[in-house]
């Protein structure tokens, strides 16, 4: 028998743990077995201990090769059973963040033609890939719920019924700044699976003035997306992911947030924190106020997340052959983190439904290994991680080079002892 080279063993307030990467499990342990673990010294471990450690995958057979079996899941994921389509049904937006790395399109919508062909796109994936059996469709932009009853709703509408008709799974994110999630656009929505993904730039008197309102200058976009958080999670019994994106000037009032989210069930909640990436060189390694924030929304029960680390298959969505973002042009591209400008285009939906792409580009991207690096072979949260994005390598003349400056482990401006407190105090919140 021998450690899983993915354990991570801390202490913290809550007594010792060790953390699986590749599990994505946490095991309190006793001092004796901390030591053990510590030194490498296994043997001495036996009985219960053992049968959970083992159990856990916290200790392995000796002829087992984890990084072998991460190569081959990264390998059966590639292409999977789930089709994951994002829509940009616009590129415009109502409000005008100065840190968006988007240009505007304004005027932009989405029309008749592009409509049917994403649904013919639907009826030839279903033809051509039998082995799909779930449809996750995300909604992004832009700000995609602009015009959403006239040109959003009813493309649902019909995707839906054509996925649920074939036997398939239908469900629906939406990437938005939540000032259109109206009551009425939420009702809408009564029949479908839908979660939200909602950024905010923290406290009510910085978000307005980074947020603020195409022609009704004296509307609170604060307030609009928090009455309509409470009526999405009300209504739709749906899961919000509220982003917070912070600089060091957001981080000075953010508990004002607990006010205004404080009634909502915790199980409807988690609290995602990105730092804004144009403020990049003033983060530090040992932010002592963010971890102030952090413990402040643990203690009042809300699961958080920081960075993004999470048991997945890939790095980046990007990596899969199931996957693709449709524009309101009928432009396809693959990754949803930079512009949707003409030369990152990678392909044109056609009118049948089918998918002109540019193999020269999709190949290069497709036969990128993101975790083929000496520094994440080595990395005990490689699992959560798989190394930086597709997109990254490629725009990177150096692979080692996209490390040294992408890494997430390496850009945490936490301690890591910290970084797995939290994340096991979000576990057992999650719990609750």
Request: charged fraction near 25%.
């Amino acid at each position: 028998m021998k450690p899983s080279q993915y354990n991570n063993i801390f202490k913290c307030p809550k007594g010792n743990y060790v953390f699986n990467s590749l599990s994505d499990r946490f095991v309190e342990i006793s001092d004796e077995i901390y030591q053990c673990l510590e030194k490498n010294d296994i043997g001495r471990i036996q009985g219960k201990a053992l049968e959970v450690l083992m159990r856990n995958k916290c200790i392995i057979p000796d002829e087992t090769d984890e990084y072998q079996q991460l190569e081959t899941e990264y390998e059966d994921n590639k292409e999977g059973n789930i089709y994951d389509m994002t829509l940009l049904p616009t590129l415009d937006c109502n409000v005008n963040c100065w840190y968006c790395f988007e240009k505007q399109h304004e005027g932009s919508r989405l029309h008749k033609v592009i409509s049917d062909s994403i649904v013919a796109h639907i009826k030839w994936i279903l033809q051509k890939r039998p082995n799909i059996d779930k449809f996750i469709i995300a909604l992004f932009g832009g700000e995609p719920m602009l015009h959403f009853k006239e040109d959003v709703f009813p493309l649902l509408k019909e995707m839906q019924q054509i996925i649920n008709e074939a036997g398939k799974i239908f469900q629906v994110i939406i990437v938005t700044n939540g000032i259109c999630m109206t009551e009425d656009n939420i009702l809408l929505l009564r029949g479908m699976k839908v979660n939200f993904q909602i950024s905010i730039d923290g406290y009510k008197k910085k978000h307005d003035t980074v947020k603020r309102i195409k022609g009704q200058p004296n509307i609170s976009a604060y307030d609009c997306v928090m009455k309509n958080i409470v009526k999405a999670v009300e209504l739709l019994g749906s899961h919000i992911n509220l982003r917070i994106n912070y600089d060091n000037n957001t981080l000075h009032h953010l508990t004002e947030v607990l006010n205004s989210i404080k009634n909502i069930p915790r199980n409807k909640i988690t609290i995602h924190f990105e730092r804004v990436w144009q403020t990049a060189d003033k983060r530090n390694s040992d932010n002592v106020e963010l971890k102030s924030i952090f413990e402040t929304f643990l203690r009042n029960g809300f699961s958080i997340n920081y960075l993004n680390l999470s048991r997945r298959k890939h790095s980046c969505r990007a990596s899969r052959i199931n996957q693709l973002a449709i524009s309101y042009d009928g432009a396809i591209y693959k990754c949803t983190g930079r512009d949707f400008t003409p030369e990152l285009k990678e392909g044109v939906l056609r009118t049948d439904g089918s998918i002109k792409w540019d193999y020269e580009k999709l190949n290069r991207r497709l036969n990128i290994k993101t975790y083929d690096i000496p520094q994440c072979r080595i990395c005990k949260f490689l699992p959560l991680c798989w190394g930086a994005c597709c997109q990254k390598h490629l725009e990177s003349l150096d692979k080692h080079n996209v490390i040294e400056q992408k890494c997430q482990i390496r850009t945490m401006e936490i301690p890591i002892q910290d970084y797995l407190y939290y994340r096991l105090q979000s576990k057992l919140n999650r719990n609750l």
